[in-house]
């Protein structure tokens, strides 16, 4: 069966749903009934299932120009509710802050998205959310890596930022990339990108680098080169070579340090 993914906004997960017989193409704007609601949203993947049970939204169809409009006018009064909403944070001196809110289709909820360094007892908060609004109150907590998502716009590189277009889901990035590329050294100012976390982009050459090292013997393995019996100190991962301390002829001699290729004969 094929599974459409559709993206709601920004910062909510993205939704596997059954297109239950309706045509769709990758961009499309469907109605559809989620564990929250009826929702508007977009189509940005479809793929191939054979588990039933992993869509776990229903489409009803294409969501035409009134449909839109509609979530355009319900959205209108996001900044009243979010005005409102930080006042009441402040009322109830809660450590957060908020990112954005949404209107559900159906007009019966209404989700705030913040950031918060740990948890947050916002129950209270609902509670007063929902007495005013009149809808379900739904708070949704983020990482600053899906503010940026939402907020921001041009990358360091000068290009659009990857989570903002290709990326579907921002994957794990740690402080090992850097290592294995051999770019620790840049400092965490030029590695970090406007969320302050490291880069998506250290992720997508990872594997080739993987592959490379392998190809690498291990930081103190003992060689035998040319100019003799050393040990390996350090790696050129992407020129595929070593450095070698060679060992001294004589006890009062200085160790030097060459560059040997690997998998290729020494000249």
Same mark, same amino acid.
């Given at each position: 069966?094929?599974?459409?993914?559709?993206?709601?906004?920004?910062?909510?997960?993205?939704?596997?749903?059954?297109?239950?017989?309706?045509?769709?193409?990758?961009?499309? =704007?469907?109605?559809?009934?989620?564990?929250?609601?009826?929702?508007?949203?977009?189509?940005?993947?479809?793929?191939?299932?054979?588990?039933?049970?992993?869509?776990?939204?229903?489409?009803?169809?294409?969501?035409?120009?009134?449909?839109?409009?509609?979530?355009?006018?319900?959205?209108?009064?996001?900044?009243?509710?979010?005005?409102?909403?930080?006042?009441?944070?402040?009322?109830?001196?809660?450590?957060?802050?908020?990112?954005?809110?949404?209107?559900?289709?159906?007009?019966?909820?209404?989700?705030?998205?913040?950031?918060?360094?740990?948890?947050?007892? =916002?129950?209270?908060?609902?509670?007063?959310?929902?007495?005013?609004?009149?809808?379900?109150?739904?708070?949704?907590?983020?990482?600053?890596?899906?503010?940026?998502?939402?907020?921001?716009?041009?990358?360091?590189?000068?290009?659009?930022?990857?989570?903002?277009?290709?990326?579907?889901?921002?994957?794990?990035?740690?402080?090992?990339?850097?290592?294995?590329?051999?770019?620790?050294?840049?400092?965490?100012?030029?590695?970090?990108?406007?969320?302050?976390?490291?880069?998506?982009?250290?992720?997508?050459?990872?594997?080739?680098?993987?592959?490379?090292?392998?190809?690498?013997?291990?930081?103190?393995?003992?060689?035998?080169?040319?100019?003799?019996?050393?040990?390996?100190?350090?790696?050129?991962?992407?020129?595929?070579?070593?450095?070698?301390?060679?060992?001294?002829?004589?006890?009062?001699?200085?160790?030097?340090?060459?560059?040997?290729?690997?998998?290729?004969?020494?000249?």
């Amino acid at each position: 069966m094929i599974i459409a993914t559709v993206e709601i906004n920004p910062w909510e997960k993205f939704f596997a749903a059954n297109p239950d017989g309706v045509n769709l193409s990758i961009g499309d =704007f469907v109605i559809m009934n989620t564990e929250f609601g009826k929702e508007l949203g977009r189509v940005v993947e479809l793929r191939e299932s054979k588990d039933e049970a992993e869509a776990s939204s229903s489409i009803e169809g294409l969501a035409s120009n009134s449909d839109k409009k509609l979530l355009e006018d319900l959205n209108a009064e996001n900044n009243e509710a979010m005005e409102y909403c930080r006042e009441a944070v402040k009322k109830h001196g809660l450590d957060m802050k908020l990112v954005d809110c949404h209107y559900s289709f159906d007009g019966q909820r209404l989700s705030f998205a913040f950031i918060a360094d740990g948890r947050v007892d =916002f129950r209270e908060l609902v509670k007063e959310l929902g007495r005013y609004f009149q809808k379900s109150i739904r708070l949704h907590q983020m990482g600053v890596r899906d503010e940026a998502k939402i907020k921001g716009d041009i990358g360091c590189c000068g290009l659009n930022q990857c989570c903002r277009g290709h990326l579907k889901k921002l994957g794990n990035v740690t402080s090992e990339f850097a290592d294995d590329q051999q770019v620790v050294h840049r400092g965490s100012e030029r590695l970090s990108g406007i969320c302050g976390r490291l880069k998506c982009c250290l992720a997508y050459e990872e594997e080739h680098y993987q592959e490379l090292i392998k190809k690498l013997p291990p930081v103190g393995t003992r060689v035998k080169t040319k100019h003799g019996r050393g040990e390996v100190i350090g790696w050129h991962v992407l020129k595929c070579s070593v450095d070698v301390r060679i060992d001294p002829e004589k006890a009062d001699d200085k160790p030097i340090v060459v560059e040997i290729p690997i998998g290729k004969k020494e000249e």
